[in-house]
């Protein structure tokens, strides 16, 4: 904010005011930042946020009050997050500069070694929980999707997740061939293709694996794994998730399924389940070390069915898969 002569900034996103002051908001807050910054809470969350904010709580009363802060600290360039509501933008124009700056989400974009710790923990909460489930013997004996989504968020609960990361896909038949489908009351078919994760002091993990059953479901399933493997190998500092993107596109592209791969290759994440950056064609971001993301090519044949392999890389000085979850389940 110095460096771009920022005099504060107003935040209230829940999860870059739970990173910089360990406060999760239930409800409505706001943080200004300053040279003394301050969080104003709704009076429910007042005894939770004096419990666990780094930064001094007061009880929001009114955008009136955000103003006078302004006008008090003579605060004049101000940065906002692009993601803040029109209606609060609105009510707090006056004579200042509002400026969209996303500082805090570039900032959460490398990571901390605790945050690191938390998200193997995530992860390593799934994938036990996900062995546990046993897929294929919940297949031979005909449970449903619903079953096997809430088996699972259970389980994870039981082995210390806090909660699910995102509502698990169970997405079975052709049900699969929608990236984000709805788990449905119906008995599983082939393939299965699931995506899961937890969270873990507020971390998120994301896995998704499909168990194919067909010849053709193998072929697809072949070939998604090839552009995964290769997306992940040529991982390192200094590269664009743009030129990663690029390398499983045109994989899957050769084989004659380009059309079919309708999502970005990947994404980062943390607090949020997609932080910056988005693994597309279009983003520019550089790698550096210490920056998670996600790999998960797909291949999607409309009602017939669809292939994801999905893993958590790290940045080191190449991509390192987070867990060891084997892909032939
Ligand atoms: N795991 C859900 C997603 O990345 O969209
Ligand atoms: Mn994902």
């Known amino acids: 904010m110095e460096n771009e002569d920022f005099d504060g900034m107003i935040l209230t996103q829940v999860n870059n005011i739970k990173y910089l002051s360990n406060y999760s908001p239930t409800s409505f807050a706001v943080c200004i930042i300053k040279e003394d910054p301050l969080i104003l809470t709704s009076p429910m969350d007042k005894e939770l946020a004096n419990k666990t904010s780094s930064i001094k709580v007061e009880e929001f009363k009114s955008f009136s009050e955000i103003e006078k802060i302004f006008k008090k600290g003579g605060l004049k360039k101000i940065a906002i997050e692009s993601s803040l509501a029109t209606g609060i933008y609105k009510k707090i124009q006056g004579s200042w500069d509002l400026e969209i700056k996303d500082f805090l989400e570039t900032e959460r974009m490398i990571k901390s070694s605790d945050e690191i710790n938390n998200m193997n923990k995530a992860l390593a909460i799934s994938h036990k929980s996900f062995k546990k489930l046993n897929i294929r013997e919940k297949w031979e004996k005909s449970a449903t999707e619903w079953e096997v989504a809430y088996e699972l968020g259970y389980l994870m609960r039981e082995n210390g997740a806090s909660e699910e990361s995102f509502e698990t896909i169970v997405a079975t038949g052709a049900n699969s061939s929608l990236p984000h489908a709805k788990c449905e009351n119906k008995k599983l078919e082939t393939p299965i293709l699931m995506d899961w994760g937890c969270k873990f002091k507020g971390y998120c993990s994301d896995t998704s694996r499909t168990i194919v059953h067909s010849e053709k479901q193998e072929e697809i399933f072949d070939i998604v794994l090839e552009a995964q493997t290769k997306a992940i190998d040529s991982i390192k500092p200094g590269i664009k998730v743009c030129e990663i993107d690029k390398i499983a596109r045109s994989i899957i592209t050769e084989y004659g399924y380009g059309d079919n791969f309708i ?67």
Request: proline share 4%; net charge negative; hydrophobic share 35%.
């Open 263 to 329: 999502h970005s290759t990947g994404h980062s994440l943390g607090l949020d389940i997609h932080e910056k950056p988005n693994v597309s064609k279009k983003d520019e971001t550089i790698l550096e070390k210490n920056m998670v993301i996600t790999i998960e090519p797909g291949i999607y044949l409309e009602d017939t069915f669809g292939v994801r392999i999905e893993d958590m890389v790290k940045i080191g000085h190449k991509g390192e898969i987070m867990g060891n979850l084997p892909y032939k389940i």
